[in-house]
């Protein structure tokens, strides 16, 4: 056991589980924006049934798009991370709250996990492993 607690000890990087939790959660946002993007002629319908017109589809495709491509290259994450966060909240209460909480019944587990995630990025910011530490011109003051 004292070994496990060792390694874990040594293993203890913040800005590494900062860029870890960037890049999963950027990958998960390019890949929905983009299908939403290719699809949005049969999503367009749909989000008008729920009461979401075409102007806030784009606006929800393109922040979780473009949104997920600032996460993994680590510019304006606060700002990107506030618009994912009120997107999926967004997502939790038009699109998945009425069947509850479990994924499988089309729920809002999935949403609500990465909306907290997107709002742990608003309090952490980027981290160290970004491109904003690395060009001021993008960002002065972030961490």
Known sequence: MEKIHTLVHKLNNPDAGVLLLRLALGIVF???GWAKIQGAEGMIPFFDSI???AFWFYVATYTEFLG????ILGIFVRYAAILLTITMAVAVLKVHWDAGFSLQA????YAFALMLASAALVTMGAGKYSLAKKVPMVCTDCN
């Open 68 to 71: 997920g491509i600032a996460l």
């Open 30 to 32: 390019i890949y929905h």
């Open 51 to 53: 009461g979401i017109n």
């Open 106 to 109: 089309g729920g809002y587990e």
